[in-house]
């Protein structure tokens, strides 16, 4: 490490109170912001025995860990929850809610749940009428389409909601004012269905069947409701007994309560992380073995015979795009590949990692799954890899944007910003780097990442409108960042050295047009910088008003219309 660190005439006192702070930090992953305090702007070399010293702050944070902590936490729980106001508008909800009720109507923030089917309203209505009145919970019965059923839900106390698994309620919310509508997770249900679909065989036709008699129809009601004659739904019925081994329907109906109970019980692990990239619609990762044996690993999203888009994460992401990102990508035609870069995710590390040696690493997937006229995308730190590889790419690349694009070049200082001060300090003081990663890793949570992205925020009133109109981000943003550190820190760190080092990069060989996209608000990645370091080489500049940092996630359909074009 001693060979990376430049010399320094600080006194070995400075780096002394760093480590010091660095246990405050393992200790209250929250305190982050006294490090901007100590950290030295031009540097500093500690003594052997201080980074040995800074190597106990990881200690500290593994004995201080909660079970909801770490990138292998369970990040989605199995209760879709809306806190609702005593007037019945919608004050906070989490992912699986967003879920199941988007295919029923609109859930916006402030606003009450509006319903395709105007018997719901009612529903709803008559449920918090009667919660007002008693004690206990109501269940609400919500009509979906005959495809999936009604949604069954529970209507309960928002004092209730804060002792569920999983209900992360913002700080500045009085849950005990409101009413909490709780579901089932959709994709519990779904996995249930799944299972007994893949393990007796059953055909659609019996599976929705099943469904039908579990949730108590008669076999005329199913028969009707499925639009088939009563000796239909019999022969389906025989069929199911024959591949289940059962003889009444009476056991038919047990076994699937019984397995419904069941469902979010079993592999709870896996199932949570399978629970999660369902409610991201996020597709499966896919691997290529480079040419030295290292293993690169990244996600397709869209047509597979649209368009080609390489798109590339931000310093602390991953491939998972926001969701959405397959549908959006089918309909524009496009065929969006997100690598994880090495050290990143499941991607193996790179032993020399530079912005050079990602590109090649790219350019070695494009050939290998058959990418050509290659548009290219690059999220914040993603910007400089993503204009090497269109660089390296040469006339492959048709196109690169840049969103929210962040230079290699010396931060700029933004007075109040804590995130930039943070990051200025960091990358000038690496020592520190890969145990605050280390940290980090063991102690994220969608709690603390959404405080820290709301402190943050201060300066851009867009963004906070973003997150308050948009509850799910935190969900998405704990999930990206806790894929980027699935493994290792590797990757973020030896990012941010690599930052340091290419100061003077040249991106006079570029070809390619290039289009920067800008959140007007953005104080975390100025535009300024990134401008000064492209020179002339931006054929056109997009600055969106009225949004900052969050600038992709709010207008991602555009900026991938945008590539399509």
Known sequence: MAGQLRESARPPGDA?????????????????????????????????????????SEDIARLTQRRDEGPNAARRPDLGWVLLS???????????????????GELAQGQAIVFDDPANDEALAQACARTQRQAGQVIVKLDRDDEEGPAFAYLTRGSALAGLAGADLPDSLDADAGLALVFPAASVTSSLWASIRDSFGLTPAEVRLARKLRDGRTLQDAAAELAVSVNTVRNQLRAIFDKMGLKRQSDLIRALTELSSLAGL?????????????????????FVSLSDGRRLAYREYGDPLGKPLLAFHEGLGSSLLPPGSERIG???????????????GQSDPREDYSFEGVAADMVELCDQIGLDRVRIGGVLSGAPSAIQTAIALGDRAVKVQLYSGRPPRAPEFTPGNPLVMFRRGIEENSWV????????????????LERIVRRSS?????DLDYLDSHPETSTFLTAYIGEALARSSRGPVDEIRAFRRARNMDIGALRA?????????????????????????ASEVNVMPGVGHMMMLKHWRG????AAA
Not at 91 to 102: D, P, S, V
Not at 272 to 283: D, I, K, N
Not at 330 to 344: N, Q, S
Not at 513 to 537: C, S
């Open 433 to 448: 780097l890969e145990s605050f990663f280390a940290i980090l890793r063991m102690r994220l949570s969608t709690a603390m």
């Open 458 to 462: 201060v300066h851009s009133p867009g």
């Open 559 to 562: 900026l991938l219309a945008d």
């Open 330 to 344: 089918r309909e524009l035609g496009l065929r969006i590949v997100c690598a994880e870069r090495p050290g990143f």
């Open 513 to 537: 047009p290039l289009v920067v996209w800008h959140g007007e608000q953005d104080h975390f990645a100025p535009l300024a910088p990134l401008l000064a370091f492209l020179g002339d080489r």
């Open 86 to 104: 005593p007037g019945r508008k919608a004050l906070a909800w989490n992912g699986a809610a967003a879920e199941i009720l988007g295919g029923m």
């Open 266 to 286: 079993i592999d709870g692990q896996e199932r949570a992380r399978a629970q999660e990239m369902e409610l991201l619609q996020a597709p499966p990762l896919k």
């Open 16 to 56: 002394r109170l760093v480590v010091e702070t660095m246990y405050q930090v393992a200790a209250d992953p929250e305190a982050w912001e006294q490090l901007v305090q100590v950290l030295d702007d031009d540097g500093q070399e500690p003594t052997p025995e201080l980074v040995r010293n800074l190597a106990l």
